[in-house]
């Protein structure tokens, strides 16, 4: 079925290190693959995003890797901030011509002063 | 820009009343929105996907006849809650998609749902 697994739940990180979320999609024919920041209260914002034709894709402190064989993809932030703090979420596209997105369980990100 | 507006933002109702929450593309043309649910500290769990002019697509174990989705223009969708009861207390947030872009999803500001 459509799944996505996001590890880890929560990660602390001291500020100016770097912070590295990692989702598993389980569909082979999913081709868009977004992250969202969303802090406490507020919605979802797209942060950055890939598609499948692309490997690496990556926006000052922030990229995302994709691994297609093994339906990997990855969220890295460097020189992390206290604003850096926030849920994380990863998703994948599935479904055709819906192209519906679903949803990893989320990172809370710490980052420490 | 891509704005998407929700409302309302919070609404406190009675058990067994129903409840609308509307979601609309402010600055583009929506063909298909999507709704979420978001318990406490979890993640967004899609309910349905939206269609202009068509039925909505509900996920399994969503009760179509509970969760009432229309979306009658490329602007707006509503989300109706029917007979509400406590356990439908959540947080709602919908999403659209550009027309013809089938990628990037802008979302809604979410409704707070509290069924007393």
């Known amino acids: 079925g459509e799944n996505v697994e996001q590890h880890p739940s929560t990660l602390s990180v001291q500020e100016g290190d770097s912070a590295v979320i990692k989702c598993t999609y389980s569909?082979?024919?999913?081709?868009?693959f977004p992250w969202y920041k969303q802090e406490l209260g507020k919605r979802p914002q797209l942060i950055i995003d890939?598609?499948?034709?692309?490997g690496e894709k990556k926006d000052q402190r922030i990229a995302v890797t994709l691994n297609k064989t093994a339906k990997h993809f990855s969220l890295h932030i460097t020189e992390t901030q206290p604003e850096d703090s926030a849920v994380y979420f990863c998703?994948?596209?599935?479904?055709?011509?819906?192209?519906?997105?679903?949803f990893g369980t989320g990172t809370l990100l710490a980052v420490q002063p | 820009g891509a704005v998407v507006s929700q409302h309302p933002s919070r609404v406190i109702c009675k058990s067994g009343t129903s409840v609308k929450i509307e979601c609309r593309s402010l600055?583009?043309?929506?063909?298909?929105m999507f709704w979420y649910r978001q318990f406490p500290k979890q993640s967004l769990m899609l309910m349905a996907t939206?269609?202009?002019?068509?039925?909505?697509?509900?996920e399994q174990g969503v009760e179509k006849d509970k969760f009432l989705i229309n979306h009658a223009s490329l602007t707006l969708s509503t989300l109706t809650v029917t007979s509400a009861h406590p356990e439908d207390s959540s947080f709602y947030i919908c999403?659209?998609?550009?027309?013809?872009?089938?990628?990037?999803?802008?979302f809604g500001q979410g409704t707070r749902l509290t069924v007393v």
């Open positions: 600055d583009f043309q929506a063909t298909t």
């Open positions: 939206s269609n202009e002019g068509s039925k909505a697509t509900y």
């Open positions: 890939i598609r499948s034709n692309v």
């Open positions: 569909d082979s024919a999913s081709n868009y």
């Open positions: 999403s659209a998609r550009r027309f013809k872009q089938r990628t990037e999803a802008f």
């Open positions: 998703a994948a596209s599935y479904g055709g011509a819906t192209n519906k997105l679903i």
